[in-house]
């Protein structure tokens, strides 16, 4: 597992799109957070 923070995230920077690319070129991220009991802050950041 790796820590994901300021230091890791400059030396991983996103690639450059194309011209012709689209925002599905740069990838996909799946959050995985909240509880059921508590899933707003989740929710509310994710819209």
Known sequence: MRTLDRLALRNWPL???GNAS???????VLVVAGSREIPGATCWRAA
């Open 22 to 28: 689209d925002k599905e070129d740069r990838g996909q």
């Open 15 to 17: 690639p450059q799109p």
